[in-house]
């Protein structure tokens, strides 16, 4: 059995490729659903064409797993993990250039390993051709789907602050839900929650959802979120969500949710709410172009492709890995 250190590993090849996904389900509490209207109605979107759009999203690849033995002989899983994230900027209504559109295009990989092993060193550097890879050590006391979950997070608030800054877009569409991390350092990001866990309306205002066309959005209704993720992006605060119609779908499929920190105050909230549900729809894929339509929008679906092979060949450093670490 080769070594790694001090360990002994093995690679564990039985497996499917990935962590087991494990995604952040916060549990969020109903505050008030008539902060904006007790009115339930549709509310229709308001025009911006013309307006500027800021999409960040994050992946994440598993390269291997290995299970790392001690010199007691106890046994712990590892991996070997690639996460990526950037921003692609979009104004509507002109010619957008891939070149001048992605921005701020990040990758960075791991080794995460169980508390309990130290390898002591910081990162392992690995030659392919004439590329080196250096995977960063990372211990942790937590699952590690969900720790490499956090480390994207982390990854995605760093790119979309700077890419902020330097852009002054009038959107920010962040792909998902909206972290305490967003709050503190005051970035007016709108998250963009493609799947219904839960639904943040009262059972008696659920109708408005039949009712709902392309291009309306249901009132703000004010959430306390109390998240179940540790580290940063932890802390509990509260949030105005919405649901927009994006397609003809049938029923909740064809509607999104987005969320803003409360922070920003209701009158901004308003009028990114209103923004949102002219523009998402216009986004939205269709079966042909995307499995994921029509909730998988199509400038995430071009960001998340091109942040893919950013990571590069999962084949070629799988390979790598195996024949430099048995060696």
């Known amino acids: 059995m080769p070594l790694l250190g001090r360990y002994r ?25 008539e902060i904006e209207s007790s009115e339930w109605e549709p509310i229709g979107g308001e025009p911006c064409d013309g307006i500027s759009l800021l999409f960040v999203d994050g992946v994440r690849r598993t390269e291997h797993l290995i299970y790392v033995e001690d ?24 010619v957008n250039r891939a070149q001048e559109s992605f921005h701020n295009l990040s990758v ?26 250096e995977f960063f050590v990372e211990r942790t006391e937590k699952e590690l789907s969900p720790f490499v979950n956090e480390l994207m997070t982390k990854m995605e608030s760093s790119v979309a602050g700077g890419a ?8 920010m569409i962040t792909d998902g839900t909206v972290h305490y991390s967003a709050k503190v350092k005051d970035l007016p990001f709108v ?42 992006g932890a802390k509990s605060f509260d949030k105005f969500t ?15 949710r987005l969320e803003v920190s409360a922070g920003i105050g209701l009158k901004r909230a308003k009028e990114l709410a209103n923004k949102t549900a002219y523009i998402i729809p216009k986004f939205a894929s269709t079966e042909f172009s995307e499995k994921r339509a029509p909730h998988n929008l199509l400038p995430i679906k071009h960001l998340e492709n091109l942040l893919r092979r950013r990571l590069g060949s999962q084949a070629l450093i799988r390979r790598m890995l195996v024949k430099e670490l048995s060696t």
């Open 191 to 232: 998250g963009y929650v493609k799947k219904h866990k839960k639904l943040y309306v009262p059972s008696e205002r659920a109708g408005i959802f039949r009712r709902l066309k392309v291009g309306e959005r249901t009132p703000i209704v004010k959430v306390h979120s109390q998240p179940v993720m540790e580290g940063e």
């Open 71 to 94: 010199e007691e002989g106890r046994i712990y899983e590892g991996a070997f993990v690639s996460i990526g994230a950037g921003a692609l900027l979009i104004r509507h209504g002109s």
């Open 108 to 133: 960075r990989r791991y080794l995460l390993l169980r508390k309990e092993v130290d390898l002591e060193v910081r990162s392992l550097r690995f030659t392919l051709g004439e590329a080196s890879l």
């Open 9 to 33: 590993f093995s690679f564990d090849t039985w497996k499917l490729l990935e962590i087991e996904e494990e995604f952040f389900e916060e549990s969020e509490e109903i505050e008030d659903a």
């Open 164 to 171: 902020y800054r330097e852009l002054k877009p009038d959107l």
């Open 242 to 256: 919405w649901y927009v119609r994006i397609s003809e779908d049938e029923g909740i499929s064809g509607i999104a």
